[in-house]
């Protein structure tokens, strides 16, 4: 089976399954945390090689469960102008990833996975007070098939048809409540060589976190139409190439079908100056979107990042700018963006689509910037331990927002995995200002 992901991101994990051999296809070296969110290697495939059956039957006979046990926790307390006291709502809620994988039957596999949120109505607050992140429709628990795919590889090729999960620029699984983003469609990835290869994707409708619109009735754990019921999807192709160890040049094309046609182009990479205890990450981006259908998604970002390590210490900064014209804004497109200054809760394509509606002048520029430290506990022996501490500050002629994150990961053991996050948001632009808290705990198996 093949599996995407971001190496070393802490709010894209993937439920480990149970493979005869892990290989990664490119050396990347294991970094940890948020701040690497946007480091070389987060768009490497990773191969999974299952058991190999010699009929029909075995491939089930030796099918593989796997799972990931989560427990979290949120808390979030709103400050709007126009109401005197702060809201206060939270939530506990237990669930995670459950499913198989067969064994591959002259290469074939099937894939199944199911997404569940059960709210732990026992030390929950009543409906007013809860929060909604976790849970579906009436903020009700929820259950559904969100990965059921057939699956295909060999040494040079690899393709998944059906409901997927994927980490591309712009549709991604932006793991960071109970349900990650997962796509209905198709992607394959072609290895050329060891330092040349191509990705291919078309999707046509997604669920999860991202994709929930609760004012017209469409939740997290429905699949529904990436744009509207006319548009045939996105389609979308790459070439990535290896150029030095640990580092890579990529261009990605999209066409979303009544929305935007969008191109993305990077380079990013890792500089070692003394082993690996002094290095340097380093990446340059552009994306340019051009608005299909009146929709009114187009523009231009530009972004740099640097991130300085020594030994268990690294601290960093990113900028990016969004130039669009009067009444335009530029688009995550589906899951979290590739944008090098994005924040746990804002990222510069929500000011530039926040100012959009407000912009009177003849365009709808944004900057961006966010710095953070952290520090690896490992050189203390405790290791798989992260603590990190972001800043950013995002601006435009119509509004300004500040944000501060810390972040606590701890990877403890193979199986159990503890994240726990800090957020302080301010948005001048609709006088909008909470604190969040949310710890999640995980059990993979």
Do not use: C
Request: glycine share 8%; proline share 2%.
């Amino acid at each position: 089976m093949i599996e995407m992901i971001y190496l070393a991101q802490a709010d894209n994990r993937v439920a480990t399954q149970t493979p005869v051999v892990t290989q990664k296809m490119t050396t990347a070296i294991e970094q940890s945390g948020v701040i690497h969110s946007k480091v070389a290697g987060k768009y490497d495939v990773v191969k999974e090689l299952p058991k190999e059956a010699n009929s029909f039957n075995g491939m089930f006979d030796y099918a593989d469960a796997f799972g990931k046990f989560r427990l979290a926790y949120i808390n979030s307390a709103h400050k709007i102008s126009s109401i005197p006291n702060k809201t206060e709502k939270s939530a506990t809620s237990f669930g995670g990833e459950f499913g198989f994988n067969t064994a591959q039957f002259h290469g074939f596999q099937a894939h199944i996975a199911a997404y569940v949120s059960q709210s732990l109505d026992f030390v929950n607050p009543d409906k007013n007070d809860l929060n909604e992140d976790f849970f579906a429709k009436d903020l009700d628990s929820f259950a559904y098939i969100a990965e059921a795919s057939i699956n295909y590889s060999n040494d040079f090729f690899q393709t998944k048809i059906g409901r997927i999960r994927v980490e591309t620029p712009f549709a991604n699984s932006d793991d960071i409540r109970m349900a990650p983003n997962t796509f209905e469609g198709a992607w394959a990835n072609i290895d050329y060589s060891d330092k040349v290869k191509t990705q291919l994707l078309y999707f046509n409708r997604w669920a999860g976190y991202d994709s929930q619109d609760e004012s017209t009735g469409a939740f997290q754990n429905e699949f529904k139409d990436l744009v509207s019921s006319d548009s045939f999807g996105m389609t979308g192709a790459s070439i990535t190439y290896e150029y030095a160890k640990n580092s890579e040049v990529s261009f990605w094309y999209n066409y979303v079908d009544k929305m935007s046609a969008m191109a993305y182009a990077e380079v990013i990479g890792i500089y070692f100056i003394d082993g690996e205890d002094f290095h340097v990450d380093y990446g340059l981006q552009a994306a340019n979107i051009q608005e299909l259908e009146n929709s009114n998604v187009e523009g231009n970002v530009f972004g740099a990042m640097s991130i300085f390590h020594y030994k268990g210490a690294f601290f960093g900064g990113a900028y990016n700018i969004a130039l669009s014209e009067n009444g335009k804004y530029v688009t995550n497109g589906f899951g979290g963006g590739p944008y090098y200054t994005s924040l746990d809760e804002a990222t510069i394509s929500s000011i530039s689509e926040a100012g959009s509606v407000y912009t009177s002048g003849p365009n709808n520029n944004a900057e961006s910037f966010r710095i953070g430290a952290g520090y690896e506990f490992e050189r203390v022996s405790i290791n798989g331990l992260v603590l990190e501490l972001v800043y950013g500050e995002l601006y435009s002629d119509n509004g300004r927002i500040t944000e501060k994150d810390a972040i606590l990961t701890y990877d403890i053991t193979d199986r159990w995995y503890l994240e726990g996050t800090y957020t302080n948001y301010k948005s001048t632009s609709n006088k909008n200002t909470f604190d969040r808290a949310l710890v999640r705990l995980e059990y993979k198996f």
